[in-house]
């Protein structure tokens, strides 16, 4: 059994391994994207192995953060801060395999399709950025006991993003997007709760 101290310095190491995980996949995947010989399903592996190795850390520090004492309150805001980064930093690659789900495509172009008349596919530019965002927006309402909070966050981005939701495939793309990256951010801010109870 690992003991409670153990467990709370671990913790913020696992939150950091998950973001690593994360900033090197996304770096692997953005190569394999760049290159035209590289398929669809290529890309969409490494995002799957991405996502699986980055979920199995959090399931982890979860695991270790309900077995751990509670923090401090002086002690909490800097593991809040570490939790809100690592729900912005994470969560790309399940939000590009819920997309790819969907049957929206996740790359920038159909490579795997070259007499595709329409190349860019993909009718919501920005959706990295946003959701690394609102990301970090929803995982902070969290840990601050602020849960209207996300109906904030989510009428202020429906509005931004209105007029290009006629776009063939925005909508969809919208949906499933948020709908992924929110409950990430959910799922990583209950590992923040664990921390502090």
């Known amino acids: 059994m690992i003991s409670a101290g153990i467990a709370a310095v671990t913790v913020p190491i696992l939150l950091v391994v998950a973001v690593l995980v994360s900033v090197v996949g996304a770096v692997a995947r953005g190569r394999l994207a760049a290159d035209t010989a590289t398929t669809d399903r ?27 004492d509670p923090v401090a309150d002086s002690s909490f805001a800097l593991a809040a801060a570490l939790v809100v980064v690592t729900a912005a930093g994470t969560g790309s690659s399940v939000v590009r ?9 996740t790359r920038a172009d159909n490579h795997d399709d070259p007499s595709e008349d329409e190349p ?17 927006s929803v995982a902070a309402c969290l840990l601050l006991a602020w849960p209207a909070g996300l109906a904030v966050i989510l009428a202020v981005k ?12 925005a909508s969809e793309q919208f949906i499933l997007g948020t709908f992924a990256s929110v409950m990430w951010a959910c799922g990583v801010a209950g590992i923040g709760w664990l921390i502090a109870v």
């Open 158 to 169: 429906s509005l931004a993003r209105f007029s290009e939701l006629r776009a063939p495939r």
């Open 120 to 136: 860019d596919q993909t009718p919501l530019r920005g959706g990295r950025i946003i959701g690394m965002l609102e990301r970090a």
């Open 42 to 68: 290529t890309v969409l592996v490494a995002d799957g192995a991405t996502a699986a190795v980055s979920a199995f850390v959090l399931v982890i520090a979860a695991a270790l953060a309900w077995a751990a």
């Open 97 to 105: 395999l819920v997309l790819a789900a969907g049957g929206i495509p």
